[in-house]
């Protein structure tokens, strides 16, 4: 299953596996460039749960 997002560049298909946003190290979402710890990007970055996070939630909102 995929989901419909609105990114910079216009609409696009986003896998639902991984959060579209990771930056490895850093959170792509974050204004700041938030620093991610391990537990967090297991939690959230790495997983289909990624859409519950309050970060990435954010950046789509900013988006819309």
Known sequence: MNMTMIN???WSRVSETLCPFD?????????SLMPLDSTKRKICCG???FDE??????????RG
């Open 8 to 10: 910079q560049h216009g």
């Open 23 to 31: 930056g490895v190290t850093t959170c792509l979402a974050s204004l």
């Open 47 to 49: 997983t289909e749960k």
């Open 53 to 62: 996070c309050p970060i990435f939630l954010a950046k789509v909102l900013r």
